[in-house]
């Protein structure tokens, strides 16, 4: 079953945004993950919530989603994080009941 990567970042250094950007997306593709969403238009509808940029990024399942998050690959990306941006993250299975 499906899983998901949903982050609401705040890019802050513009460089550093940059190049995390680049390392991430290798690491995503290397493990299998795309993205469903990456900083488009968000139009709030209910609540008090600002985000700024939403990135959804679909995996395999969990197990594949925890590996790349832990994976040398992505680490390199992380290394970049703390300049790069402010983020909210969380990962959550795909729906398993009927439709």
Do not use: C, H
Request: proline share 4%.
């Amino acid at each position: 079953m499906s899983a998901y990567v949903i982050s609401d970042t705040n890019p802050k250094d513009p460089d550093a945004w940059k190049i995390y950007i680049g390392l991430a997306a290798a690491a995503i593709k290397q493990y299998g993950g795309r993205y469903l969403s990456r900083g488009n238009e968000i139009d709030v509808i209910e609540g008090e919530w600002t985000p700024r940029a939403i990135v959804v990024i679909e995996f395999l399942d969990m197990a594949t989603a925890k590996t790349w998050y832990a994976s040398p690959e992505y680490a390199k990306a992380l290394v970049y994080r703390d300049k790069a941006l402010k983020r909210n993250l969380i990962f959550i299975d795909g729906y398993k009941g009927e439709n």
